[in-house]
């Protein structure tokens, strides 16, 4: 199996937004085809579940969603700008020349958001910005040339670029949540060949950024006793963000095991005594409401779970360029398979 940076790497490379997940999941289906043991199978919806069987009739649900936040092919007009509506939470004000990768029929067309310099705008000062004033150039020089390029619908993300950076950080797109995706893919690795009480169902979510649908339909259909999300949360550890109103999580010291109603008390204080006992960093978060996670609705399936989450903080979340630590991903690694055998 490939090592943490490795795996993340051609994940965070991939471009599957939300509706637009068959990339990651076929990709996902060959990675996990080695493990003979394990059955692999994709629902109506499109989540890909890996199903690990047990000892007894329990089950636990292990859940990382799979897209990514993007944009969609909108309206191309005369001279070959590209309009575009977004798939998931996006502020407009930090798309102004970025590099998106458009993916028509499987295949990259590459270009950049564009808008009006202020210099050149009628009053010359900065304005909210809506993503209807701004528009993909591909370089094309009429409607029909970038109709031979692109199609109406077409999915779009940002372009990759993977940096290793200092303290075992690393930033690219989609971190959110090719985290999680990278953690359940290292963990089946670590226990497919492990005798566990429980059945094991590593479910990759789809639809996740556009309202938490593919857990929906996964959750229901496992029904299982135990669930726990891996995703990220909001690093506040960089300057201008009120800790007062939003906590304290810094990257490279562990995951957050968040406390609040959207969460089991049992399966989080599983998670911080496995934690503790096995000197594996971690940190705590206090979550009142609606956590904007799989729980939230893994929580609920059917009858309902006993629902957990780990979360891996994430510094500028849905910008083109996301920042997290190898530690913290390799630390909830740690405690899930943990869990896992407990």
């Not at 579940?49 to 969603?65: E, P, Q, R, W, Y």
């Not at 500028?316 to 407990?342: K, Q």
Request: with cysteine.
């Amino acid at each position: 199996m490939d090592t943490v940076k490795d795996i993340l790497s051609s994940l965070t490379s991939i471009s599957a937004p939300s509706g637009y997940e068959m990339p990651i999941v076929r990709f996902l289906k060959d990675k996990l085809s080695i493990y003979s043991n394990l059955k692999i199978e994709e629902d109506v919806l499109g989540n890909l579940i890996v199903t690990k069987n047990g000892k007894t009739d329990k089950s636990i649900m292990l859940v990382a969603h799979c897209d990514e936040i993007g944009f969609a092919v909108k309206y191309i007009d005369e001279a070959g700008f590209i309009h575009f509506s977004s798939l998931g939470g996006v502020d407009a004000h930090i798309l102004k020349g970025r590099d998106v990768t458009i993916m028509h029929h499987g295949q990259p067309v590459y270009g950049v958001i564009g808008s009006c310099p202020i210099s050149l705008s009628r009053n010359n000062k900065s304005k909210d910005v809506d993503i209807s004033d701004l528009w993909i150039d591909i370089g094309a020089c009429s409607k029909s040339e970038a109709l031979n390029n692109v199609s109406i619908g077409d999915p779009i993300t940002f372009k990759t670029h993977y940096n290793e950076l200092r303290n075992n950080i690393f930033s690219t797109k989609s971190v959110d949540n090719r985290v999680g995706v990278a953690i359940l893919v290292l963990l089946i690795d670590k226990l497919h060949n492990i005798n566990t009480d429980a059945n094991m169902y590593f479910v990759f979510s789809v639809q996740e950024e556009v309202g938490l649908r593919g857990v929906i339909t996964a959750g229901y259909n496992i029904n299982p006793n135990v669930g726990i999300a891996i995703d990220v949360t909001h690093a506040t550890d960089c300057p201008t963000i009120n800790k007062n109103a939003f906590g304290e999580i810094r990257l490279g010291k562990g995951p957050s095991i968040p406390i609040g109603p959207n969460f089991n008390n049992l399966v989080q204080n599983k998670l911080r005594d496995i934690a503790i006992q096995n000197h594996i960093d971690y940190q705590v978060e206090s979550i009142s409401g609606y956590s904007g996670t799989d729980v939230a609705e893994l929580q609920v399936a059917r009858g309902g779970c006993q629902s957990g989450l780990l979360s891996i903080p994430c510094r500028y979340m849905h910008t083109p360029i996301e920042m997290a630590s190898y530690d913290d991903v390799l630390s909830a690694i740690e405690i899930l398979y943990n869990f896992c055998l407990n």
